[in-house]
């Protein structure tokens, strides 16, 4: 997430946008329309990514920038404060070990960018039809690069905002990154986006391929303004818009014209604002992206959503639980008046503890060797959140990190949303996954065309470096239950020079065959800098489309 101190001067370039000012934001719990509408203009991108420059690497023991995160105010309490709350363990509530063996298989097992000076790195990426596109932090913006299903580089490393034509844009001379990568699979493109300084505000850098094939297809760019700075920007697919959330003075969502962008037009885009919690002072929600080509209903608004601890974030639940909190967002471009951001029932989930070294603190996991703890991130439901159509259901599939012993030990706690027909969304499972005395964070989980689930993550302790660590689930599998980890890559010494991590890792599935989970993280090569590293995997039961 670059996250950026609210105040900070920043280096500003031109964006192609005019501006709207509609209606106030609402009220917690009342339905919002925008409180803006903008548009932006597409230019044409022809180029050949394998043309494209290679910026120069960096020495490895160059001292890293730390990308600084946007804190925004305390909000005042909603609710008398409660004792913090202390959920058992997977294992514990269970009274058993995760299920064994692992039903996962592994397949394509490489590593993708080294250490670009920066941390965090924020790997992200996404698989489409026939490949693989990465991204990470670099000094000077987003760092992409293209491979196929057999994890071989065909294009980059190159940096995202030698895309934009405009060589005076913001998008070309200011960007920041905290790339989103995002395959549309109802259309077979892609979708590429990062953060740019511009004053005032900030910008956010949109390119839409325009065929499958992201090297030789070309690009439509798009530079649209925003009156704060995008920060901890997320993008995720639906039919009706691309949806966009960023960590601003309030939590905000953006919805982005999808069907005038595939088409090279003139894109509207509408904001919208959502009330603070209480307690964390970064706040985002987290969009829900479509997993798959099966379409959602017609007509489907989209979903955003953030957990909230009632203990330490304000608000009411019944005894024993917490809140996973869902809006249905319903734009309308031609009209932004009637576009909606409306607030569902909040689902109730079983008790957990946000609390994890505190509210705010960047030190809390520990590692081998080095008093230096890392970053929790416990702020928010990891990006990214995926949506998938069955055939008798709607499922959406998506964690956070929690204390899962009330000692500050580091657990994910995921959860399966369904709905079907006409009701409305329900916890179908959910769990603690905090299997032994190692902390396990910045899940990324994702939910296969059979109905199985992947999460991966990193996980970490007092005796143990930082590894790379994926479990998973069969349909059949009793609920709320995970299977034995399987350890991918080890971390080979402590990172020592920060206590940022990666800020979120990224896990799809193939569309191709609808089985192959892709998980991209980080772990930490000999000389303590940060790698990334793209796998493959498949659960036993999956059977391809």
């Known amino acids: 997430m670059p996250h950026h101190r609210a105040g900070a001067v920043r280096r500003g370039g031109s964006v192609l946008a005019v501006m709207l000012l509609l209606a106030t934001g609402a009220s917690a719990g009342e339905t919002s329309t925008p409180d803006l509408a903008s548009s932006a ?20 023991d160059t001292p890293p920038v730390e990308i600084l ?5 305390k909000s005042a309490a909603t609710a008398p404060a409660q004792p913090a709350s202390s959920p058992p363990s997977e294992a514990a509530a269970s009274g058993r070990l995760p299920l064994g063996p692992s039903a996962l298989r592994a397949g394509v097992q490489v590593d993708g960018f080294s250490y670009t000076g920066v941390t965090p790195a924020d790997p992200v990426s996404a698989v489409g039809r026939n490949h693989v596109v990465h991204a990470v932090n670099a000094r000077h913006g987003a760092l992409i690069a293209v491979h196929d299903k057999k994890g071989r580089r065909l294009a980059g490393p190159f940096l995202l905002s030698e895309l934009f034509p405009d060589r005076s844009a913001a998008c070309a001379t200011a960007t920041i990154g905290d790339p989103v990568v995002a395959y549309d699979g109802l259309a077979d493109r892609w979708v590429l986006s990062e953060a740019a300084e511009r004053r005032p505000g900030g910008a956010l850098c949109i390119y839409v391929s325009r065929t499958g094939d992201p090297i030789t297809g070309g690009w439509h760019a798009y530079a649209f303004a925003m009156p704060e700075f995008p920060d901890f920007a997320k993008l995720a697919v639906w039919p009706s818009a691309y949806v966009v959330t960023t960590n601003e003075a309030a939590p905000t969502v953006y919805a982005l014209d999808r069907a005038r962008m595939l088409q090279g037009k003139t894109a509207g885009l509408q ?51 917490d809140l ?30 946000s ?36 055939a008798d259901h709607e499922a959406i599939v998506g964690s956070f990190q929690v204390d899962a012993d009330g000692k500050d030990r580091a657990g994910i706690a995921w959860f399966e949303l369904r709905r079907a027909g006409t009701g409305g969304w329900r916890l179908h499972q959910s769990g603690i996954h ?8 910045l899940g990324a989980i994702a939910i296969d065309r059979m109905g199985g689930i992947a999460l991966g993550f990193n996980g970490s302790g007092a005796t143990e470096l930082p590894s790379i660590r994926i479990t998973g689930r069969l349909p059949g599998d009793p609920l709320g239950r995970m299977r034995a980890e399987l350890v991918q890559t080890r971390s080979l010494s402590a990172q020592t020079g920060s206590s940022r991590w990666g800020d979120y890792a990224a896990m799809t599935v193939d569309p191709a065959d609808g089985c192959t989970f892709w998980l991209t993280t980080i772990y930490v090569a000999a000389g303590g800098n940060w790698r990334t590293r793209l796998a493959s995997y498949r659960l036993s039961a999956c059977k391809a489309a």
């Open 355 to 390: 609390a994890l070294c505190g509210l705010e603190s960047f030190a809390c996991i520990p590692q081998k060797g080095t008093t230096t703890r890392l970053d929790p991130l416990r702020e928010m439901v990891m990006f990214p959140l995926h949506y998938r159509r069955f």
């Open 69 to 73: 995160r946007r804190i925004g105010p």
């Open 271 to 321: 904001r919208f604002t959502v009330p603070r919690l209480s307690g964390f002072s970064f706040q985002t929600l987290t969009p829900a992206g479509l997993s798959g080509t099966t379409a959602p209903p017609v007509g489907s608004p989209a979903f955003l959503m953030r957990q909230r601890d009632t203990e330490v974030l304000g608000g009411a639940d019944a005894p024993g639980k």
């Open 324 to 353: 996973l909190e869902l809006w249905a967002l319903a734009p309308d471009f031609s009209r932004p008046a009637r576009s909606s951001l409306q607030p569902l029932a909040p689902i109730p989930v079983p008790d957990f503890d």
């Open 41 to 60: 203009s597409p230019e044409s991108v022809t180029v050949d990514l394998r043309r494209l420059p290679v910026p120069s690497t960096v020495r490895p």
């Open 434 to 441: 905090a299997p032994d005395a190692l902390s396990r964070w």
